[in-house]
């Protein structure tokens, strides 16, 4: 008899559309202020400067914008653990994207300000149920506005990665949605009971197939804090090396979970 299927994480719509207002705000409040030699500055993204991120950044949430534009599909086809999987098969389209965008719009603050204030008219326009066409397949808006977090959450970090000194606040809604989306994306990856994996105070999943524990400590337990985390899920930072440096703990013989990082690129 196959396993049950696991519920999907319920989110609160209102609480996630305050969550991305608020962090693209955090972004444009750090981003009127760099000076030009730091948006010239590299980042861990290959070949992106600076202010290539913070127009990938706007481009981001503007998929939202692009996906609302289409005409609305008749059902759902996807849930919102796929999409993590989703991303990466058109890198070297949104890649050229964000060079043209970085190019037509030197003025970034104003770029994001349209941006913010496009975003609020199209969240009172439109309800949640809304569907739209995803990389994911068809969403509803607010799954697709969980993601969304994601890409600020995570984008946001680079950020402050880049630029020296530079301390872009995390909005705690976002950071909280962020961190759940990818503890259940590894979930989803590695299904199983065998390893819980702890990320407080935001997120605890079980994964790994293996023995499942039913009472007391499991005996197989992997901790972090959020934002390494988001790193380790992302590829940002290497499993062994975040437990080297004792980013993580990981005890137990099944608690070695990179083979499963990261679960979205």
């Keep these: 008899m196959p396993p049950a299927k696991k ?3 319920r989110y609160d719509p209102a609480r996630i559309r305050t969550a991305v207002l608020a962090q693209l705000g955090n972004v444009r409040d750090a ?5 030009p030699e730091q948006l010239a500055l590299p980042t861990r993204l290959g070949e992106w400067t600076v202010r ?3 127009a990938h950044i706007g481009m981001a949430v ?8 289409q005409p609305e599909p008749a059902k759902a086809d996807a849930v919102l653990l796929d999409w993590p999987a989703g991303t990466s098969g058109n890198s070297a389209a949104i890649a050229d994207f964000t060079r043209r965008i ?4 030197p003025d970034l603050d104003a770029y994001l300000a349209d941006i913010d204030e496009s975003l609020r008219v199209l969240l009172a326009a439109h309800p949640g149920t809304r569907l739209l066409v995803t990389s994911a397949g068809v969403l509803s808006l607010d799954d697709y506005l969980v993601t969304r977090t994601v890409e600020l959450v995570v984008h946001t970090d680079d950020l402050n990665a880049a630029v020296p000194g530079l301390e872009v606040p995390y909005d705690r809604q976002a950071l909280a949605a962020c961190t759940r989306l990818l503890a259940d994306a590894l979930a989803a990856k590695a299904p199983g009971g065998s390893t819980e994996v702890r990320v407080p105070p935001y997120a605890v999943v079980q994964c790994v197939e293996g023995p499942r524990h039913t009472r007391g400590t499991p005996p197989n337990v992997v901790e972090t804090d959020p934002l390494t985390w988001i790193r380790l899920a992302t590829g940002r930072l290497a499993w062994r090396e975040a437990v080297a440096d004792a980013k993580v703990s990981a005890s137990g013989e099944r608690a070695d979970i990179g083979a499963h990082l990261p679960v979205m690129s």
């Design 102 to 105: 970085a190019e037509d719009r």
């Design 52 to 54: 290539d991120l913070v």
């Design 7 to 9: 519920r999907a994480r």
């Design 31 to 35: 981003v009127r202020g760099l000076a």
């Design 62 to 69: 503007t998929a939202l914008h692009r996906a609302l534009e």
